[in-house]
Structures are given as structure tokens and as C-alpha cells.
T-cell receptor
Framework: SQQGEEDPQALSIQEGENATMNCSYK?????LQWYRQNSGRGLVHLIL?????REKHSGRLRVTLDTSKKSSSLLITASRAADTASYFC????????????FGKGTMLLVSP | NAGVTQTPKFQVLKTGQSMTLQCAQD?????MYWYRQDPGMGLRLIYY???????DKGEVPNGYNVSRLNKREFSLRLESAAPSQTSVYFC?????????????FGPGTRLTVL
């Protein structure tokens, strides 16, 4: 079963605007990761946030995590056409060997 | 440094045929994974190998087998393909499978079963 669910399913914005994607999950996690997938390609890791962290930045990316609401958000500032891709959250949980559970993704279209 | 490579890139099978998807990584990673991606479903874990010599089932293992041939290579076999196995298959690897690991993905194999 899917642990993470992204919202919205699709997002269309203009270059220069900010894009915000949300991820909700059902059970406690150890950490949460965001990945990007360009059309027809494999996934690329963007950022990891641990369960004891509330916010993390990487370049134009800002990720927040609210464990009380079991949700995370990914903000891409000053979007570019090259940011057009699908974005997935992936949760890691459990006490043993680590595997990731991916959500269904948000498709982001950034128009010039 | 090629990262994670997968062969073939595309494949069309008839129902009942068998095939093996190959995956190799050159990053000296211990853990490897096979996922399938279907429209609107995200990625689902089929099998994984925490380390050389071990394999474990993921969320959707039925109809598949895997072999961790050595540290570099992890293959996925469909013994008797079914149309429900039409999907894009991704192989991934990570350094050690610990909680803060990130996964590195191959380019995918697009499989159609008629």
C-alpha cells in the first residue's frame, strides 16, 4: 500500500513562480525523502529530512516536515522550465532494514 | 562512472514468455532494489537485496524472481509473463540500506506484455 500521498496530482505554473507540493503519510516515519523524475527517466534524489527536523533547504528547494500532521511540503522557488518533472515523496520507517515507500507523485509543468 | 545501468531499455513479450531484466551498478553499493512503476501508482517495490547473497520480497513480488549475482549485479526474472506485468521497471542501489541512505536509479526498462 502507498504510504505517501502527494497533493496536488498536477500543478501548472509560469516560470519565476513558486511551486508547492504536499505529501501526507499514514504511520510514523524515520525520515522522508523527495525525488524528481524527468519524463522517461529514472528518479533523482533531491533532499532528505529526518523525523526530528522541521525544515531543510537545498538551493531553491525548501522542505518542511510536520510529524504531528504526518505531512511534508516541497517548495521550489523561482521555478524554471527545467523544473518540469514529476516529484515523489518517499518515506522510510521501521526498525530493521531500510526500504522506501513512494507516493504517487505530483506532475509539475513550468511554462516559459 | 556509469552509475546504475539497465538492459534492455524496451521489450515486448507475448503472454507466457519469460525474460530477465539486468541491472548493474558501479558505485560499490551494498543494497539493490527492483521497482515497477504504473501510471497513477507511483513506484512499488518488487524485491530488494540488502547485501550480496541476500534477497527479500517487497510489496509486489508475485510473478517475479530475483538473483543477486554478485555485488554489482541484480537481475529480475519473469518466468511466465502476464499482461498485468506491463510496466516500467526501475533498478536502484544504495550504499548500505541504512535509514539515511539515498537511492540511485537506473533509466528503466519499458516492458509490454501482449
Amino acid at each position: 500500500s502507498q504510504q505517501g500521498e502527494e497533493d496536488p496530482q498536477a500543478l501548472s505554473i509560469q516560470e519565476g513562480e513558486n511551486a508547492t507540493m504536499n505529501c501526507s503519510y499514514k504511520t510514523s516515519i524515520n525520515n522522508l525523502q523527495w525525488y524528481r523524475q524527468n519524463s522517461g527517466r529514472g528518479l533523482v534524489h533531491l533532499i532528505l529530512i529526518r523525523s526530528n527536523e522541521r525544515e531543510k533547504h537545498s538551493g531553491r528547494l525548501r522542505v518542511t516536515l510536520d510529524t504531528s500532521k504526518k505531512s511534508s511540503s516541497l517548495l521550489i522557488t523561482a521555478s524554471r522550465a527545467a523544473d518540469t518533472a514529476s516529484y515523489f515523496c518517499a518515506t522510510e520507517r521501521g526498525s530493521g532494514y531500510s526500504t522506501l515507500t513512494f507516493g504517487k507523485g505530483t506532475m509539475l509543468l513550468v511554462s516559459p | 562512472n556509469a552509475g546504475v545501468t539497465q538492459t534492455p531499455k524496451f521489450q515486448v513479450l507475448k503472454t507466457g514468455q519469460s525474460m530477465t531484466l539486468q541491472c548493474a551498478q558501479d558505485m560499490n553499493h551494498n543494497s539493490m532494489y527492483w521497482y515497477r512503476q504504473d501510471p497513477g501508482m507511483g513506484l512499488r517495490l518488487i524485491y530488494y537485496s540488502a547485501s550480496e547473497g541476500t534477497t527479500d520480497k517487497g510489496e509486489v513480488p508475485n510473478g517475479y524472481n530475483v538473483s543477486r549475482l554478485n555485488k554489482r549485479e541484480f537481475s529480475l526474472r519473469l518466468e511466465s509473463a502476464a499482461p498485468s506485468q506491463t510496466s516500467v521497471y526501475f533498478c536502484a542501489s544504495s550504499l548500505a540500506g541504512v535509514r539515511t541512505d539515498t537511492q540511485y536509479f537506473g533509466p528503466g526498462t519499458r516492458l509490454t506484455v501482449l
